[in-house]
């Protein structure tokens, strides 16, 4: 009977899913996330030098998808289903051991990539005293970020303006 269904169902990203798939896809994921992560705790502190390695690391590789401020708003302007999770809310809830597994092994078609092969734990490590930092930015943190974040932005824009050749009028 599935096999009759599913092909006739919109599998779009830009459609949301009904409650029956998103109870399902939510249940499976967080049980076999939870079924295979470890017990083990971050063994770093989050120390300003560790802080800002894993801020380094996060906005290199995660910035992208779930935004400077761990917000889920994804600087590639496009549409994720499930959504890209917002760093700063029920992830948070996510043991340390949890968001490591997570962050190394990826959640199949769901946009979120594996980076535990071309990583070193540290660094995965470091982006996870980030993400719990982020749930905790002072205002000045959160100015500063985003203000950082307009500056890129607008190197990035002005390159690419330069970049490409002007059209004939």
Same mark, same amino acid.
């Given at each position: 009977? !599935?096999?009759?269904?599913?092909?006739?169902?919109?599998?779009?990203?830009?459609?949301?899913?009904?409650?029956?798939?998103?109870?399902?896809?939510? $249940? =499976?994921?967080?049980?076999?996330?939870? $079924?295979?992560?470890?017990? %083990?705790?971050?063994?770093?502190?989050?120390?300003? +030098?560790?802080?800002?390695? &894993?801020?380094?690391?996060?906005? &290199?590789?995660?910035?992208?998808?779930?935004?400077?401020?761990?917000?889920? *708003?994804?600087?590639? +302007?496009?549409?994720?289903?499930?959504?890209? !999770?917002?760093?700063?809310?029920?992830?948070?809830?996510?043991?340390?051991?949890?968001?490591?597994? =997570?962050? !190394?092994?990826?959640?199949?078609?769901?946009? /979120?990539?594996?980076?535990?092969?071309?990583?070193?734990? @540290?660094? =995965?490590?470091?982006?996870?005293?980030?993400?719990? $930092?982020? !749930?905790?930015?002072?205002?000045? +943190? @959160?100015?500063?970020? +985003?203000?950082? /974040?307009? /500056?890129?932005? *607008? %190197? $990035?824009?002005?390159?690419?303006?330069?970049?490409?050749?002007? %059209?004939?009028?």
């Amino acid at each position: 009977m !599935a096999f009759l269904v599913l092909p006739s169902m919109s599998w779009s990203a830009t459609r949301r899913p009904g409650p029956v798939e998103n109870f399902l896809a939510r $249940h =499976i994921t967080s049980n076999w996330i939870r $079924h295979n992560a470890d017990e %083990q705790s971050n063994p770093f502190r989050p120390t300003p +030098e560790n802080l800002r390695a &894993g801020q380094v690391d996060f906005d &290199g590789h995660c910035s992208g998808c779930h935004g400077v401020t761990g917000n889920g *708003e994804n600087q590639i +302007e496009a549409d994720f289903y499930p959504p890209v !999770a917002a760093l700063t809310g029920d992830t948070q809830k996510w043991s340390d051991a949890e968001l490591y597994f =997570i962050i !190394a092994n990826g959640i199949r078609m769901t946009g /979120m990539p594996g980076f535990g092969k071309k990583h070193d734990p @540290k660094e =995965i490590w470091g982006v996870i005293l980030w993400v719990r $930092h982020l !749930a905790h930015l002072s205002p000045q +943190e @959160k100015a500063a970020i +985003e203000s950082r /974040m307009r /500056m890129m932005t *607008e %190197q $990035h824009e002005k390159m690419m303006k330069t970049a490409r050749p002007q %059209q004939a009028e």
